[in-house]
């Protein structure tokens, strides 16, 4: 038997020590990074998510504060203060709100603005640059809408039913939406319009046909429906380079991968740049640093690196539809002409009279989400698609268009089709709706469906938090059994 010299003892032992401690033994790899570096940032955005909902609660959709801490705030886990009082301040003379006390979390502050609804600013900005934000002073079409028949105006001139149409069926439809088994799914409103007629409308108490609420991203429906009508025009296209400067910029600009991204790719949701509105990040940094913090949507949109070839990979992001609202812009020219297209060239000629578009500081669309309107507009949107692009005998926006938005993204073909161009289409393994429907999509159930089979739009807005799931899809199912 061999016997160690003492004298190598020690440095057997501290070259041990060296091998366990090293950072890849897998011994001593016990380290989890659970820490939530996010969590001031995540703090900021929910104090300025609380300030535009408030401020968009109280100054856009009229509604009192009990009923914004009811209904509005519901969708956050911890809403600061009460009806009551708290660390808010409502200024109903400058329209604004402005939430928690400075400190290591700054105070939030949301403000509204003529034509627009509220603007969030940034932490370093108070309710004294209240002047220096954007507005949008255009005035409205002439006329009154309570005296234009529908679809132009409000006036109904004839609410008996159809014949066709069961009455029992479609209150029953109208209950299934509205009588939820969780109190999580809040239905504000359905509105279904049969061969161009309003045959049903239904509110929540405390909401009317009047009532603005936010779209959420039922808003990239309407963002596509302009670009639409840019591409008709030809003044932009659809599957050349969208043409403008990336952030970071790159040694060789010219070379940037990112060149080869085409509008067809971000309407598509395939731009394959990297994600950063999910995976836990949607409410600490990406676009929520544009919707509720005041950082610019145009900038964010631009600093993405990418991580996979355009066009072979569907992710949903707020930010690749502010791509193709960016390219509108720079295809429009002019600031004057971009802040009046979406009235000019879609709202005014279809009766959106109740419909906001809302913009950033800059005075950039958040044509992504941030869209206050009522479910009647919403419904004259949908009878714009249900008529093939046509109102009033004037074509608005091209069959190709159409065609274009309810086609799958290559992406999705064979992974459900579910989603088109900013709108999305009945899932392949689904077959108990007609699959030439399509609808729009926002988050806290807001959808307005299309279903050119039965002539048929059905707008469905809620105020739904928690878990969500409302099924636009099963509500059509619903309302199908009323007609025959």
């Known amino acids: ?45 929910r104090r300025g998510q609380q300030a535009v909902f408030m401020c968009n609660g109280l100054f856009t959709s009229r509604r009192s504060l009990d009923e914004v801490f009811a209904r509005e705030l519901a969708f956050l886990p911890e809403p600061i203060g009460t009806p009551e009082g708290g660390d808010y301040r409502v200024d109903h003379e400058l329209q604004a709100v402005e939430i928690g006390r400075p400190g290591p979390v700054p105070t939030m502050r949301a403000v509204f603005r003529e034509g ?28 009154d809408a309570a005296r234009i028949p529908w679809p132009d105006g409000d ?49 929540a108490p405390g909401f009317d046909q ?30 050349e380079p969208l043409g403008f400067d990336w952030y970071p910029q790159v040694a060789d600009a010219e ?39 005041g950082a610019s949507s145009v900038t964010g949109a631009r600093s993405r690196g990418l991580i996979r070839e355009p066009g072979t990979h569907w992710d949903y992001e707020n930010y690749d539809t502010l791509l193709g609202v ?14 009046e297209f979406p009235r000019k060239a879609l709202l005014d000629r279809i009766g959106m009279r109740n419909t906001l578009v809302s913009t950033d500081r800059f005075g950039d669309f958040i044509l992504s989400s941030q869209v206050y309107t009522n479910a009647r507009d919403l419904a004259r949107f949908g009878l714009l698609y249900l008529q093939d692009g046509v109102w009033n ?14 086609t799958p993204a290559p992406a999705t073909v064979g992974r459900g089709g579910f989603y088109g161009g900013q709108w999305w289409l009945v899932p392949e393994n689904r077959d108990d709706v007609p699959k030439d429907a399509y609808s729009t999509s926002g988050n806290r159930g807001q959808y307005t469906i299309v279903v050119p089979s ?24 619903e309302v199908l059994q009323a007609l025959n």
């Not at 890849?24 to 939530?36: F, I, V």
């Not at 395939?270 to 950063?276: K, M, R």
């Open 1 to 45: 038997m061999k016997i160690l010299s003492t004298s190598l003892i020690p440095a057997l032992v501290i070259t041990a020590l060296l091998v366990l401690s090293y950072p890849g033994a897998p011994a001593l790899a016990q380290q989890d990074e659970n820490y939530d570096y996010w969590q001031h940032q995540r703090e900021m955005i």
């Open 116 to 143: 627009i609804g509220c603007i969030i600013l940034p932490p370093d900005q108070t309710l004294a640059d209240i002047d220096d934000l954007p507005e949008l002073t255009l005035p409205l079409p002439p006329g």
């Open 155 to 203: 006036l109904i001139e004839d609410d008996s039913l159809p014949p066709g149409v069961n009455a029992d069926a479609l209150q029953a439809a109208s209950d299934w939406a509205f009588d939820r088994p969780t109190p999580e799914q809040f239905t504000v409103s359905l509105l279904v319009v049969h061969e161009g007629r309003i045959i049903h409308e239904r509110y």
């Open 210 to 239: 009047t009532t603005r609420t936010r779209t959420w991203s039922t808003a990239k429906s309407i963002a596509t429906t302009l670009i639409g009508m840019l591409v008709d025009d030809g003044r932009l296209t659809l599957d």
């Open 255 to 293: 070379h940037d991968p990112r060149n080869a991204i085409t509008l067809r790719h971000v309407l598509n949701m395939s731009s394959g740049l990297d994600t950063v509105d999910n995976r836990g990040r949607e409410y600490a940094t990406g676009s929520g640093l544009s919707y509720w913090a």
């Open 326 to 339: 960016y390219a509108m812009k720079l295809a429009l020219g002019g600031e004057r002409a971009y802040a």
């Open 393 to 406: 005998g004037e074509r608005l926006l091209s069959e190709e268009w159409i065609e274009f938005v309810r």
């Open 454 to 477: 039965h002539d048929l739009v059905i707008v469905r807005r809620g105020l739904d938090y928690g878990r969500q799931g409302f099924d636009r899809w099963d509500l059509t199912r």
